[in-house]
């Protein structure tokens, strides 16, 4: 069974702090994964995709890493700030289901 | 960038009652859009794939009879919920791609709506 899995399921940290937020894939078979924000009551922000055969992607503060043989991926938040409180979500995409496999999700607080 | 429109945000109906949601994608065509579910503290769920022109596919265990999805244009899908009850009180999703790109993507992001937020009293 196909299942994505996000570690913590909340996480709140002081301003300025780097943190490391969690994906791990139960099928290593992924065409590409890609991480995004919610915030609440609020749609889908993409943030960064990953092609299967990349290993990281950056975006400004943001950073994320792609380890197919292990079956995860981590984003990299530098200096965090308030404005980046939202539940964070990633979502592996399988080209042989066509499906999009979504974790379900960190909710990440930034104290000021 | 490309923008997917959703509406409305926010619908509160009786039991029993249909609900239409609306997805447009307003500067694309769409030729297929997801819709999603999702409940509190839960991931999305994939409920069905909307092809224009065609029938929709559904995925297991979503009743197709119950959730009508119509996408009779490039630029609009319709989301129906028939007689509404309290459990299907949830937040609705939709996303597009645009044609002539690979499922799922080939290396350029997805374009989500807002979402719904569905609430059965």
């Known amino acids: 069974k196909q299942e994505v899995t996000q570690i913590p399921a909340a996480l709140s940290v002081p301003e300025g702090e780097n943190l490391v937020l969690n994906c791990s894939f139960t099928?290593?078979?992924?065409?590409?994964l890609q991480w995004f924000r919610q915030d609440p009551g609020k749609g889908l922000t993409s943030l960064l995709l990953i092609q299967s055969s990349q290993r990281e992607q950056t975006s400004g503060r943001l950073n994320a890493s792609l380890d197919k043989s292990s079956g995860r991926s981590t984003l990299y938040i530098a200096a965090s700030q308030p404005g980046d409180s939202a539940t964070y979500l990633c979502?592996?995409?399988?080209?042989?289901?066509?499906?999009?496999?979504f974790g379900s999700g960190t909710r990440l607080s930034i104290r000021p | 960038g490309a923008v997917v429109s959703q509406h409305p945000s926010r619908v509160i109906c009786k039991s029993g009652t249909s609900v239409k949601i609306e997805c447009r994608s307003l500067d694309f065509q769409a030729t297929t859009m997801f819709w999603y579910r999702q409940f509190p503290k839960q991931s999305l769920m994939l409920m069905a794939t909307?092809?224009?022109?065609?029938?929709?596919?559904?995925e297991q265990g979503v009743e197709k009879d119950k959730f009508l999805i119509n996408h009779a244009s490039l630029t609009l899908s319709t989301l129906t919920v028939t007689s509404a009850h309290p459990e299907d009180s949830s937040f609705y999703i939709c996303?597009?791609?645009?044609?002539?790109?690979?499922?799922?993507?080939?290396?350029?992001?997805?374009?989500f709506g807002e979402g719904s937020w569905l609430t059965v009293v």
């Open positions: 996303s597009a791609r645009q044609p002539g790109q690979s499922y799922p993507y080939s290396g350029n992001t997805i374009y």
């Open positions: 979502a592996s995409f399988y080209s042989s289901a066509s499906k999009i496999i």
């Open positions: 909307s092809n224009e022109g065609s029938k929709a596919t559904y």
């Open positions: 099928d290593s078979a992924i065409y590409n």
